[in-house]
């Protein structure tokens, strides 16, 4: 079963990859739309999705009908609309305070608020703070301000800075090996780009990153070996990192996209400073991303202005049995099985060290939910070479929900001649998320790895955007 599973999400991203054109926009829409309604006619894609609508879908559903009645109770009472109202401030609309929820295994559990303040100095311009607090007590703190538009030109800066207090952080290394070390470093970032033409945009930055591991607070395993020492573990050391980027952005909406597609690739050179006796530090790294949307179906994935209105009317004296009936797999209606959205992403970054063995365990690539990986932690591998490639089918349920499943792959070396096949990882399972067009509330999954690996994804970080 699990083969099939990953053959069909093969299959699929094949499909997408071979069908790189853009899709034909329908003239016929109705004036109440909001969203241009989109038709594909590829016989390939439809042969490619049949299992997924009328086999894999149903049953996602069937599996998710504990969740589904109280989102539709969530969209019957508004509850999306009044919580955006309650968390917006300003006269504009241009400040957002709200919560933040991270549950992953371990201490690595934390929770937080972010405070979004746009136009804060200038016009075309925000500010992002978040503080989070971790179970084990440990907390770190970030700040990030961006300038668009600067002068009236398309050039922009960017500035950031983050500390972290933790008693108990941990690096697992390529060797399975896991270093437990205290942890009170503090990060700053520089930038500045521009557009080049059309999406594409050019950044350089520097980075000012000010490292101090020491022993751990509490009882941990501890290596004071000759290499942990040159890794630098329980060191104090300061890296310089230079950055020079490109990429570009097609997305039609920021949290809830239906076509287009995200690149970039990166260069960096990173100077570090002397430690354990040694000056041979330094490292480069490459590093690029691709995600591509591709709507499935012959109907717009987001709800029109219409649409919602009736959606409204009907749920807003719904019983839950009535709710129930409704995303009953037998009775799920055409129209819902016409709105699909397939995500593919490929992803890799490559660290070169200039003295073999030398270069700082910071510099390590990290494999985990953040790549995404979703059944491992964050960073739960790690080595110079890492690569993955994640698929992800979504379809609404409600106005402002998903349910998607999802199947991943990733693995781990020290280059591109030692890539071991058993170092590759998989991650599968299903979920939903709960958003709106603008702006990103949060998202739940199960992930499994292999027969018995099952982790619980709980969080308010969206996965690809």
Same mark, same amino acid.
């Given at each position: 079963?699990?083969?099939?599973?990953?053959?069909?999400?093969?299959?699929?991203?094949?499909?997408?990859?071979?069908?790189?054109?853009?899709?034909?926009?329908?003239?016929?829409?109705?004036?109440?739309?909001?969203?241009?309604?989109?038709?594909?006619?590829?016989?390939?894609?439809?042969?490619?999705?049949?299992?997924?609508?009328?086999?894999?879908?149903?049953?996602?559903?069937?599996?998710?009908?504990?969740?589904?009645?109280?989102?539709?109770?969530?969209?019957?009472?508004?509850?999306?609309?009044?919580?955006?109202?309650?968390?917006?401030?300003?006269?504009?609309?241009?400040?957002?305070?709200?919560?933040?929820?991270?549950?992953?295994?371990?201490?690595?559990?934390?929770?937080?608020?972010?405070?979004?303040?746009?136009?804060?100095?200038?016009?075309?311009?925000?500010?992002?703070?978040?503080?989070?607090?971790?179970?084990?007590?440990?907390?770190?703190?970030?700040?990030?301000?961006?300038?668009?538009?600067?002068?009236?030109?398309?050039?922009?800066?960017?500035?950031?800075?983050?500390?972290?207090?933790?008693?108990?952080?941990?690096?697992?290394?390529? /060797?399975?090996?896991? @270093?437990?070390?205290?942890? &009170?470093?503090?990060?700053? +970032?520089?930038? =500045? $780009?521009?557009?080049?033409?059309?999406?594409?945009?050019?950044?350089?930055?520097?980075?000012?990153?000010?490292?101090?591991?020491?022993?751990?607070?509490?009882?941990?395993?501890?290596?004071?070996?000759?290499?942990?020492?040159?890794?630098?573990?329980?060191?104090?050391?300061?890296?310089?990192?230079?950055?020079?980027?490109?990429?570009?952005?097609?997305?039609?909406?920021?949290?809830?996209?239906?076509?287009?597609?995200?690149?970039?690739?990166?260069?960096?050179?990173?100077?570090?400073?002397?430690?354990?006796?040694? /000056?041979?530090?330094? @490292?480069?790294?490459?590093? &690029?991303?691709?995600?591509? +949307?591709?709507? =499935? $179906?012959?109907?717009?994935?987001?709800?029109?202005?219409?649409?919602?209105?009736?959606?409204?009317?009907?749920?807003?004296?719904?019983?839950?049995?009535?709710?129930?009936?409704?995303?009953?797999?037998?009775?799920?209606?055409?129209?819902?099985?016409?709105?699909?959205?397939?995500?593919?992403?490929?992803?890799?970054?490559?660290?070169?060290?200039?003295?073999?063995?030398?270069?700082?365990?910071?510099?390590?690539?990290?494999?985990?939910?953040?790549?995404?990986?979703?059944?491992?932690?964050?960073?739960?591998?790690?080595?110079?070479?890492?690569?993955?490639?994640?698929?992800?089918?979504?379809?609404?349920?409600?106005?402002?929900?998903?349910?998607?499943?999802?199947?991943?792959?990733?693995?781990?070396?020290?280059?591109?001649?030692?890539?071991?096949?058993?170092?590759?990882?998989?991650?599968?399972?299903?979920?939903?998320?709960?958003?709106?067009?603008?702006?990103?509330?949060?998202?739940?999954?199960?992930?499994?790895?292999?027969?018995?690996?099952?982790?619980?994804?709980?969080?308010?970080?969206?996965?690809?955007?």
């Amino acid at each position: 079963m699990k083969n099939f599973f990953n053959t069909l999400f093969l299959l699929a991203a094949l499909a997408v990859a071979a069908n790189a054109a853009e899709p034909e926009l329908d003239d016929d829409f109705s004036q109440d739309s909001t969203i241009i309604n989109i038709e594909h006619r590829d016989r390939l894609l439809a042969i490619v999705s049949w299992p997924f609508v009328r086999i894999v879908q149903p049953t996602v559903e069937f599996l998710m009908y504990p969740v589904i009645p109280p989102l539709i109770y969530i969209s019957r009472e508004n509850l999306i609309e009044k919580g955006h109202n309650l968390i917006t401030y300003g006269d504009e609309g241009q400040i957002m305070f709200y919560p933040t929820i991270n549950a992953e295994i371990g201490g690595a559990s934390n929770i937080g608020f972010a405070y979004r303040h746009a136009n804060l100095l200038f016009g075309d311009d925000y500010m992002l703070f978040g503080p989070r607090l971790y179970t084990n007590a440990d907390w770190d703190a970030s700040v990030f301000y961006q300038k668009n538009k600067i002068m009236s030109t398309s050039f922009f800066g960017e500035l950031g800075a983050s500390y972290r207090e933790m008693g108990s952080n941990d690096f697992r290394d390529p /060797k399975n090996m896991t @270093y437990t070390f205290a942890d &009170s470093s503090v990060n700053f +970032y520089t930038a =500045l $780009g521009f557009n080049l033409v059309s999406y594409w945009n050019l950044k350089f930055a520097v980075g000012y990153n000010f490292y101090r591991f020491d022993w751990p607070n509490i009882s941990g395993e501890i290596d004071s070996s000759p290499e942990a020492e040159d890794r630098g573990f329980y060191k104090h050391f300061n890296t310089f990192p230079l950055t020079v980027s490109l990429f570009s952005n097609t997305l039609d909406e920021p949290y809830a996209p239906t076509k287009g597609s995200k690149f970039s690739i990166g260069y960096t050179y990173a100077s570090v400073s002397p430690y354990s006796g040694s /000056k041979d530090h330094n @490292y480069h790294a490459v590093e &690029s991303r691709y995600v591509r +949307y591709f709507l =499935l $179906g012959n109907k717009s994935y987001a709800m029109t202005v219409a649409e919602s209105e009736a959606n409204r009317e009907r749920l807003r004296n719904l019983s839950f049995k009535e709710a129930i009936e409704i995303l009953n797999p037998i009775n799920v209606r055409e129209e819902i099985l016409e709105r699909r959205v397939l995500v593919t992403q490929i992803k890799a970054r490559y660290m070169l060290e200039e003295n073999k063995g030398k270069a700082p365990f910071t510099a390590m690539g990290r494999l985990g939910d953040n790549y995404p990986l979703r059944a491992y932690p964050s960073g739960h591998f790690t080595g110079p070479l890492i690569a993955g490639i994640s698929t992800e089918y979504r379809w609404p349920i409600d106005l402002y929900a998903d349910a998607l499943i999802f199947n991943e792959y990733g693995i781990f070396g020290d280059d591109f001649k030692n890539l071991p096949l058993s170092n590759l990882r998989n991650s599968y399972g299903f979920g939903f998320r709960v958003r709106t067009p603008k702006l990103f509330i949060t998202r739940f999954a199960l992930a499994f790895h292999g027969k018995h690996g099952v982790s619980l994804v709980l969080t308010t970080r969206p996965d690809y955007e």
